[in-house]
């Protein structure tokens, strides 16, 4: 069984401050969604990443395969980035596995 | 393309009734996939359907849970016979690949 740990549980940070969310899980995966959830429970798919590096606006997510670890960068944060971001692992299956999340507060 | 859509948006229940939840996915879309998600965790999967198959189910899916997506449009989950412990947040996500998962805004189930 896949296990998905995130870090920080919570995170507050200014206006226009640098971000990052960590994502690690235990075993070998085909790919890694980063998702985000607003207050509400809407949840919006911002990056799927099976290697390297993508970039979407001020977003970028990283993986490292060897080393079972992803991350989620903010640049320049803003205060309508404030929302749970949700780590998911996919191995074999179409299941998906979720982090328990980062509640990120930026404060103006 | 209007989005997945999920009803109700919520739902309050007595104890020991039955619920049943709909969700409509995006039209082309044949993987539906119902996650549960209960306060400060992230979703867990319950079930997944490829056009009316229903080809893998959680064991968190209990015998008082049952799915369908007859026609492999729609989808419905019913609770019989609800528990307190019931009571989260019940999101569906449609896909045409995996790498393109959309979901609802969810369905907030009370069980009283």
């Known amino acids: 069984k896949n296990e998905v740990e995130q870090s920080p549980q919570n995170l507050t940070a200014q206006e226009g401050e640098f971000i990052t969310i960590n994502c690690s899980y235990s075993v070998g995966i085909s790919a890694l969604h980063w998702l985000q959830q607003h207050p509400g429970g809407g949840i919006v798919s911002l990056f799927m990443l099976s290697s390297g590096k993508k970039k979407h606006g001020r977003l970028i997510a990283t993986i490292n395969i060897q080393e079972k670890h992803s991350s989620l960068h903010i640049t320049a944060s803003h205060p309508r980035d404030s929302a749970v971001y949700i780590c998911a692992v996919q191995g074999g299956s179409e299941k998906l596995v979720f982090g328990k999340g980062t509640k990120l507060t930026v404060n103006p | 393309d209007t989005g997945v859509s999920q009803n109700p948006r919520h739902k309050i229940t007595k104890r020991g009734q039955n619920v049943t939840f709909r969700c409509d996915p995006i039209?082309?879309?044949?993987?539906l996939y119902w996650y549960r998600q209960t306060l400060g965790q992230g979703p867990e999967f319950l079930t997944y359907?490829?056009?009316?198959?229903?080809?893998?189910k959680s064991r968190l899916l209990s015998d008082r849970f049952s799915a369908e997506r007859p026609k492999g449009s729609f989808s419905t989950l019913e609770i019989q016979r609800t528990e307190q412990g019931d009571s989260a947040m019940y999101l569906c996500?449609?896909?045409?690949?995996?790498?393109?998962?959309?979901f609802g805004n969810g369905t907030r189930l009370t069980v009283t």
């Open positions: 359907f490829q056009n009316e198959a229903q080809l893998e």
């Open positions: 996500a449609s896909s045409s690949t995996v790498r393109s998962l959309h």
């Open positions: 039209s082309e879309h044949n993987r």
